[in-house]
């Protein structure tokens, strides 16, 4: 990620409209990881979404989709953020293992968005 503040990172994150993953109450000041997420099944999707060129609900119209995104073409224009995606792809009976994957990876790399309670 750049060297954008965080906090600069999150008032831009919480103006946005669009339905998004919480926000942590505490901004983690040395974090430098975004986001940790999951998805059990169509991978590529998921990551339109995050960038933000969802448009498959609500008519097309990605300002009414009801899907929880980071839209990162909305909120990030100016940030100039250098963002590296890193994807974890795993087999389908390993499912049930997804969650409690995702909460001890968010656990520790401590991600400026998102709640992994």
Same mark, same amino acid.
């Given at each position: 990620?750049?060297?954008?503040s965080n906090?600069?990172?999150?008032?831009?994150?919480a103006?946005?409209?669009?339905?998004?993953?919480a926000?942590? =109450?505490?901004?983690p000041? $040395?974090?430098?990881i #975004? *986001?940790v997420?999951?998805?059990?099944?169509?991978?590529?999707?998921? @990551?339109?979404?995050?960038l933000?060129?969802h448009?498959?609900?609500?008519?097309? =119209?990605?300002?009414?989709? $009801?899907?929880?995104? #980071? *839209?990162?073409s909305?909120w990030?224009?100016?940030?100039?953020?250098? @963002?590296k995606?890193?994807?974890?792809?795993?087999?389908?009976?390993?499912i049930?293992?997804?969650?409690?994957?995702?909460?001890?990876?968010?656990?520790?790399?401590?991600?400026?968005?998102?709640?992994?309670?």
């Amino acid at each position: 990620m750049s060297d954008i503040s965080n906090e600069k990172i999150i008032e831009k994150f919480a103006a946005c409209k669009k339905s998004k993953p919480a926000r942590n =109450n505490i901004v983690p000041q $040395n974090s430098k990881i #975004l *986001y940790v997420g999951k998805v059990e099944s169509c991978i590529w999707g998921r @990551l339109i979404m995050h960038l933000g060129f969802h448009t498959n609900k609500n008519q097309g =119209n990605p300002q009414e989709s $009801n899907v929880h995104g #980071l *839209y990162l073409s909305d909120w990030t224009k100016g940030l100039e953020l250098k @963002l590296k995606f890193t994807i974890l792809e795993f087999e389908k009976n390993m499912i049930d293992l997804m969650e409690v994957m995702e909460k001890s990876l968010a656990k520790k790399l401590q991600p400026i968005i998102g709640k992994h309670k």
